[in-house]
């Protein structure tokens, strides 16, 4: 069993499987990791805030930033863990599998991070085709693997760290890792197995990554292929790889990279007025409602309700505003709206500028028929009850007879068919 896994070991070994270019994927794996954490973590806590919790509202773009950096760097990880695995590929055939108990909860650790990384990318990419063929809620499920991949990810990096650390810099070009062969073909098998075993009884094999570079180096007559160059195709093909995926997708937020968005599910400028639309007023079921001539929306703000129909709402100072709407989907888009200031409306119900405000779609069901505002919202100018959208009536669509819009907001709360606004701590 021992000489079968080292023989399959060796029949693997090729120069980019060493813990040099582990280190310099992994490096790169680990930032788009952090980046999804730390920007999937924002994107939570504006959705699900702890009742301390206060937001910037400027730059108005704020969140378009933050969640496009999200499925871009999401996106990246797709080629980056596909070379990571592919590097490491080797160290499944390790023999024995594990040495200690520190050594069994080391590989147990990468275990799980592979497994929940996978998972992870998978839903979160199948989230922005808004895809949902997983029997679990995406949201939730989500934000646990986040968790659990930042868990095993600093379990790993931890009992690593000696080996990123020796390999955080390049070898010099003459250094004994640059005399690995390319492959070990089926003539020097044999002469590898038996390498490694004397390699084993000699140092006493506890890492793999390190022996194959060893092990092949003790052949005598190894071939001296150009290690380097073959290393520097691999890379240059990762790149490529990262380049493609995110070139291709990245114009549903990056402005610039509109023209190359094959594969993002939204397109910029498609959609009515020029928007895209996420949900629609048929899966909402509000057309009646929203087309309805006795519409009104209801502010419960003050010590007494008042109703403004949609004329009424006109007939009040109208504000133009340039504000995305960025979706937690990834993609977003800058749309020009004309409305009310929220802070005046609600001025003119009698209300606070300082009360958190519940918003309540004409929506009966849904995710989203109900969402709430911190009052950091309110108190800014630019955060309107939008009438008007890229100079058109806004569209049914889009929200008619209205909807929110606030700077640095996810999409998910710019409630569109709004019906009622009542204060949260009155
Ligand atoms: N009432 C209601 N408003 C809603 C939603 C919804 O499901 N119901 N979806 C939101 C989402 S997820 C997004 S991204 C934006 C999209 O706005 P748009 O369709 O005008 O582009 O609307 C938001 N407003
Ligand atoms: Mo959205």
């Not at 991949?149 to 990096?157: E, K, N, R």
């Not at 790149?239 to 993002?264: R, S």
């Not at 599910?265 to 509000?286: D, E, F, L």
Request: hydrophobic content about 45%; some cysteine; glycine content about 8%.
């Amino acid at each position: 069993m021992r000489r079968l896994m080292y023989e399959a070991r060796a029949q693997l070994a090729s120069p980019v499987r060493n813990p040099r270019t582990a280190t310099v994927i992994g490096r790169l794996l680990g930032l788009a990791f952090l980046l999804c954490f730390g920007t999937g973590l924002y994107s939570h806590f504006l959705q699900q805030p702890l009742p301390w919790m206060t937001f910037p509202t400027r730059p108005a773009g704020l969140y378009q930033v933050t969640q496009g950096t999200h499925i871009v760097a999401g996106i990246a990880c797709f080629p980056l863990l596909l070379a990571k695995l592919y590097v490491v590929f080797p160290q499944l055939f390790r023999y024995p599998p594990v040495t200690s108990f520190a050594d069994f909860l080391e590989r147990a650790s990468i275990a799980l991070f592979v497994g929940a990384s996978l998972v992870e990318i998978t839903i979160g990419l199948l989230n922005t085709y808004q895809w949902y063929p997983f029997p679990f809620p995406f949201r939730q499920v989500h934000f646990a693997l986040a968790f659990v991949i930042i868990g095993s990810l600093l379990v790993h990096i931890g009992v690593k760290l000696p080996l990123i650390a020796a390999h955080w810099r390049a070898a010099p070009a003459d250094g004994p890792e640059e005399r690995h062969p390319v492959d070990t073909n089926a003539e020097d098998t044999a002469a590898v197995a038996l390498a490694v075993t004397k390699v084993s009884t000699d140092e006493g094999l506890s890492r793999t990554g390190g022996i194959t570079g060893r092990v092949l180096s003790y052949i005598d007559g190894a071939p001296d292929l150009p290690a380097r160059t073959s290393r520097r195709g691999f890379l240059t093909t990762v790149a490529l790889a990262v380049t493609a995926v995110v070139g291709l997708t990245a114009g549903q937020t990056l402005a610039p990279l509109d023209a190359a968005n094959v594969f993002g599910p939204r397109k910029k400028g498609v959609g009515p007025q020029g928007v895209p639309v996420n949900r629609t007023s048929a899966q909402a079921k509000v057309a009646t409602a929203a087309l309805s001539a006795d519409w009104v929306l209801t502010l419960a703000v003050g010590g007494t309700e008042r109703v403004f129909s949609r004329a009424e709402l006109a007939a009040l100072p109208q504000t133009d505003v340039d504000l995305p709407i960025a979706c937690v989907e990834g993609w977003s888009q800058m749309a020009a709206w004309r409305g009310v200031r929220l802070r005046d409306l609600v001025d003119a119900a009698g209300g606070s500028p300082d009360s958190d405000l519940r918003l309540i779609s004409l929506e009966q069901r849904g995710g989203f028929k109900q969402t709430e505002m911190g009052s950091e919202y309110v108190r800014d100018p630019l955060t309107l009850v939008a009438l008007e959208l890229n100079g058109e009536t806004l569209d049914l669509e889009h929200g008619f007879p209205a909807r929110m819009i606030a700077p640095g907001r996810p999409g998910v709360l710019q409630t569109k068919w709004l019906s009622r606004i009542e204060a949260i701590d009155a």
